[in-house]
């Protein structure tokens, strides 16, 4: 158990509210209108600014400014960023497995892998020959490292997920289940009819603290590497092809893709369903809304959006209706314009000066 002074001496927060219940155990995380006595809550935007007075929360993380709003039973813990805060303070409540630093009997190890120390292994996984695994991480149940495979310290693979031959990767790394990474990206010649294979000779190189989704797959180069750069994050079903390059501290949401060959800057921003083309480059600081189709390099930092918001069918049938007339439209104003450019000009008359 845990209490709002403890979290409050974590965080170097500011205590207020309730003294009494400064001290009291704090059991659960809870959403603000959920929350019961033993609960931790917090208020990170305006729009849930309605149900605190009524929390019935032990304590709540908060700024200053809200805590006037808050129920006089509980512990306030009051900061500048409520939001990073509870993300600070979660991990205290995580009902995560901890690790065994043990290698399950079911587990097939190669006999010239370098298994760091205090690294558990789950049953069923198979680690292939030349592996390294650094000291402190987890392999899950079913996992698949292939020969050559090397992972740094305190990083975590989960259940089923594949790392093809020569991935590399570094510290502090989450890969969560399902995800392969460095399979064969989408490489094919034409030949008279039929599609010749290319080999993909690249590996994939991730960096420090990266964390991957589920059933994401981030492809092998087809001669240079694809590169995940320290502190990406990646949520589920995302696709990253052949040599793609994605650059320190982005983040990608759900079913973005990326064609090849395409580097994405620094510190950018994509949201879900976002499709790249192939061989464009990104400026670090970029951002995307959902659906946004980029096809063309983007040199200026900004944001762009190219989806179409959600409308009721009959408005958006009308709406297709009118795109689909725009090519008449076109064609109409541009014979108007021809005609009144054969026009002739009338004179001015005397009485206009």
């Known amino acids: 158990m845990i209490t709002a002074r403890q979290l409050a001496d974590q965080l170097d927060a500011q205590l207020g ?9 704090l059991e659960r995380v809870s959403a603000l209108d959920k929350a019961q006595s033993g609960s931790l809550t917090f208020l990170a935007s305006l729009q849930y600014l309605a149900e605190l007075p009524d929390s019935q929360a032990t304590a709540i993380v908060l700024k200053p400014d809200m805590a006037e709003q808050a129920p006089g039973a ?5 900061v500048a960023d409520p939001y990073l805060s509870y993300a600070r303070v979660s991990h205290y409540f995580s009902r995560e497995p901890a690790p065994t ?32 695994i650094g000291e402190g991480s987890q392999i ?3 996992a698949v490292l292939d020969a050559g495979v090397r992972i ?10 594949t790392l093809c031959h020569g991935v590399v990767m570094g510290d502090d790394c989450r890969v969560q289940p399902g995800t392969v990474i460095g399979s064969d990206g989408f490489g094919f010649a034409p030949d008279q009819g039929q599609w010749q294979r290319i080999a993909q000779l690249g590996k994939v190189r991730i960096g420090n603290r990266v964390d991957i989704g589920a059933n994401v797959t981030i492809d092998r180069g087809a001669i240079d590497d694809t590169c995940i750069e320290d502190d990406v994050i990646i949520d589920n ?10 650059g320190k501290a982005t983040a990608l949401a759900g079913q973005v893709g990326i064609a090849g060959s395409t580097t994405l800057g620094a510190g950018c ?14 400026a670090d600081g970029t951002h995307f809304t959902g659906q946004a189709m980029v096809t063309k390099s983007i040199k200026e930092a900004g944001v762009y959006s190219s989806g179409w918001p959600a409308q009721a069918s009959r408005e958006w049938r009308r709406t297709v209706a009118r795109l689909r007339q725009l090519d008449q439209y076109e064609q109409r104003l541009k014979s108007l314009e021809k005609a009144l450019a054969t026009q002739p000009v009338a004179p001015e008359s005397e009485d206009s000066e």
């Open 17 to 25: 509210g309730n003294e009494q219940a400064w001290d009291m155990p």
């Open 74 to 78: 509980a512990a306030l813990i009051l």
């Open 101 to 132: 630093g043990h290698i399950d009997v079911n587990a097939v190890v190669a006999e010239d892998a370098v298994i760091g120390a205090g690294v558990t292994i789950g049953p069923g996984a198979i680690i292939g020959s030349g592996v390294s």
């Open 140 to 142: 899950g149940a079913g």
């Open 152 to 161: 740094g310290r305190n990083t975590r693979i989960m259940a089923n997920v």
């Open 237 to 246: 079903l995302v696709q990253v092809a052949h040599n793609v390059v994605i």
């Open 269 to 282: 921003t994509v949201g879900g369903q976002a499709g790249f083309a192939g061989h464009i480059d990104i």
